[in-house]
């Protein structure tokens, strides 16, 4: 902390805010889920991220409920970066002792939107189509952009093209089906089977998300913003100095304005040697050395014979 204060204190008063402002900018850059969004997607446009959760559950629960809520919390990192009220439903077939719900009755279907996983790789160009045939890549990466080569519950097989929930092999009931992330394969979401109480992940997919200027651009307007901000501030600063003695203005107290401490000095020192030059006969004059007043600072107040009424030397050559 002493050198951090060291390294402030060295750095003019002037750059400060600059340097501060810089390394917000460039903190804030950073300081988030490392995912990539998709590209080529023009503003306004729609698309929706698939991803699988960085923890895990069993599948002994046959609520849906229960695995959208642990998609929603999981989602956390995404959420604080996507538009306010982007939600999360989990891709899961479940049986509750009397019905079962398919997958894709769970999850919302938009036909026309493209779907994405966390580093911005077209999953499958509609979430419709996730149920008729492979993916264009594997879902693979988790919430974090993180890769999960894993087995996921999902409680459905691929048969009518909806995730229809398998019989005796739905969540909640003893053998749930699991898909693998790491494939683009109708395995996918039908990989085989296991134990309800086996740890695996689960599959999230958002609602609707609509596409705004990327963070870089508005990264890079910020930038410029402060930018601008520290010129006008340094503007203002160094109008405060005189245009030829760069003398510090003065400065605003309780009590009044006064110079800064270093310029005082300076300036008591200047008024000491005109004072005692007032007691030295003046070389070009005729009679008692002229009164020097004190100086404005920044101009050129030499005194001249002439300019106190008095005759020059060459009048009288006997000085």
Same mark, same amino acid.
């Given at each position: 902390?002493?050198?951090?204060?060291?390294?402030?204190?060295?750095?003019?008063?002037?750059?400060?805010?600059?340097?501060?402002?810089?390394?917000?900018?460039?903190?804030?850059?950073?300081?988030?889920?490392?995912?990539?969004?998709?590209?080529?997607?023009?503003?306004?446009?729609?698309?929706?991220?698939?991803?699988?959760? =960085?923890? #895990?559950?069993? !599948?002994? @629960?046959?609520?849906?409920? &229960?695995?959208? /809520?642990?998609?929603? +919390?999981?989602?956390?990192?995404?959420?604080?970066?996507?538009?306010?009220?982007?939600?999360?439903?989990?891709?899961?077939?479940?049986?509750?002792?009397?019905?079962?719900?398919?997958?894709?009755?769970?999850?919302?279907?938009?036909?026309?939107?493209?779907?994405?996983?966390?580093?911005?790789?077209?999953?499958?160009?509609?979430?419709?189509?996730?149920?008729?045939?492979?993916?264009?890549?594997?879902?693979?990466?988790?919430?974090?952009?993180?890769?999960?080569?894993?087995?996921?519950?999902?409680?459905?097989?691929?048969?009518?093209?909806?995730?229809?929930?398998?019989?005796?092999?739905?969540?909640?009931?003893?053998?749930?089906?699991?898909?693998?992330?790491?494939?683009?394969?109708?395995?996918?979401?039908? =990989?085989? #089977?296991?134990? !309800?109480? @086996?740890?695996?992940?689960? &599959?999230?997919? /958002?609602?609707?998300? +609509?596409?705004?200027?990327?963070?870089?651009?508005?990264?890079?307007?910020?930038?410029?913003?402060?930018?601008?901000?520290?010129?006008?501030?340094?503007?203002?600063?160094?109008?405060?100095?005189?245009?030829?003695?760069?003398?510090?203005?003065?400065?605003?107290?309780?009590?009044?304005?006064?110079?800064?401490?270093?310029?005082?000095?300076?300036?008591?020192?200047?008024?000491?040697?005109?004072?005692?030059?007032?007691?030295?006969?003046?070389?070009?004059?005729?009679?008692?050395?002229?009164?020097?007043?004190?100086?404005?600072?920044?101009?050129?107040?030499?005194?001249?014979?002439?300019?106190?009424?008095?005759?020059?030397?060459?009048?009288?050559?006997?000085?």
């Amino acid at each position: 902390m002493r050198n951090i204060r060291r390294i402030v204190a060295a750095i003019p008063r002037a750059w400060r805010f600059c340097v501060v402002a810089f390394a917000t900018v460039m903190f804030a850059g950073t300081a988030k889920a490392v995912v990539i969004p998709p590209a080529g997607l023009t503003p306004g446009s729609q698309y929706q991220i698939l991803f699988v959760t =960085a923890d #895990t559950t069993d !599948a002994t @629960s046959g609520s849906e409920s &229960y695995y959208n /809520s642990f998609v929603q +919390t999981e989602a956390a990192p995404l959420t604080a970066i996507l538009p306010v009220g982007t939600t999360w439903d989990a891709i899961t077939s479940t049986y509750d002792g009397a019905n079962y719900t398919n997958a894709g009755d769970n999850v919302p279907e938009y036909p026309t939107l493209p779907v994405y996983n966390t580093q911005g790789q077209e999953v499958s160009f509609s979430p419709f189509y996730i149920w008729a045939g492979p993916l264009s890549t594997a879902v693979l990466y988790n919430q974090n952009g993180t890769e999960v080569d894993s087995q996921v519950w999902t409680g459905s097989d691929v048969r009518g093209g909806t995730g229809m929930a398998t019989t005796g092999n739905a969540l909640g009931q003893s053998d749930p089906t699991y898909g693998d992330s790491n494939t683009a394969t109708m395995a996918w979401i039908d =990989a085989g #089977t296991a134990s !309800a109480d @086996s740890e695996y992940h689960v &599959y999230g997919l /958002s609602s609707p998300i +609509t596409v705004v200027p990327e963070p870089a651009t508005i990264a890079q307007l910020g930038s410029g913003l402060l930018a601008l901000a520290g010129a006008v501030f340094l503007r203002r600063y160094w109008a405060r100095f005189d245009s030829r003695k760069r003398w510090p203005a003065l400065m605003h107290t309780p009590t009044g304005f006064r110079l800064p401490a270093q310029v005082a000095r300076r300036r008591r020192a200047t008024l000491g040697l005109i004072a005692r030059s007032q007691s030295l006969p003046q070389r070009g004059c005729v009679g008692p050395a002229p009164r020097l007043t004190q100086p404005r600072w920044g101009r050129d107040r030499s005194i001249s014979c002439s300019t106190q009424g008095r005759s020059p030397m060459a009048t009288n050559p006997g000085l």
